[in-house]
């Protein structure tokens, strides 16, 4: 039998002490680690109790953590009870889960996403304050909702097509009520099916070499409704990212109407020229030859033979001043 010298004995004594050091530094890298996480965490044990609370969790929560660890956890934010958190990390308990859920603190008025593990017979939690990146959000959301209103209560067609298909994505009511066609009929079309086939080519062309990114461009065009009628239109278009696709927002105004009377007034114009023209030279013929006819009757007045021959050219040129006017009539 070998007898253990004393150094045996003292090596014997000593390893309860060293395991005992060991398990005070693992705990202390432990803690340290924890400590360095960017995120706030905190552990419970099966009752509720608070195990530990990081530096983190101390400044987001303003919570010291010599004033809440080894006390109840649901004593000390009963607050929280009427949230989710405390449905959440029953939840976790409960069924042995993990659980990920974002939820707004009102004491604290902050927003916070939370993870939480279970952990022996309790949870590790983790959280972190995401209000920034919720008023972003909230912000966003408000911006398209202006964007929606803008664009659906606008009294002038709008509409987003993706610059690679030429299909539509979105179309304002305006649009629909324009045109004739549906919402989902639009959305099953491209810019293509708006335009008469006799101006494709055109299209193509304008697409090719006057569609620039970044900047408005305008130009007038035809477009045609269901019902076949042919519009003028003045359609202003910029480059957008909707939906994450390359697009075009485009906006149109009708100008069909004025265009119509522009080309009336035109031709009114056009006849009230040729109308003075007729007056200027076809009219001042025949009514030139009348005056003529009358002084001669005036001074042949005691020749009746002179003025039976003046009548007939009379009546010749009183008939192609009548002519004249009926040309002039049908002018109006």
Known sequence: MTVPTASQHDGAQQEPEDFEQQLLKYQKRIANILESFTDAFFEVDGNWTVTYWNKEAERLLDKPRDQIIGLNLWEVYADAVPLKFFEEYHRARDQNIAVRFEEYFGPKNIWLEVAAFPSGDGLSVYFKDISSSKENLEMLMRERQKYSDLFNLSPVPQWVYELTTLKFLDVNEAAIAHYGYSREEFLNMTIKDIRPESDLELLQETLRKQITPGILNKSMVRHQKKNGDIISVLVEGNS??????????????????????????????????????????????????????????????????????????????????DHVLKEILQKI
């Open 240 to 321: 957008i990212f909707f939906e994450g696709r390359t697009a075009r927002l485009v906006m149109v105004v009708d100008r069909t109407t004025e265009i119509e009377a522009a080309e009336a007034a035109r031709i009114q114009a056009a006849r009230l020229q040729e109308i003075s023209w007729i007056q200027s030279h076809k009219v001042r013929s025949p009514l030139a030859s009348i005056l003529g006819l009358i002084s001669l009757i005036e001074v042949n007045r005691e020749d009746p033979g002179a003025i039976q021959e003046l009548i007939p050219l009379l009546k010749v040129s009183a008939e192609e001043l």
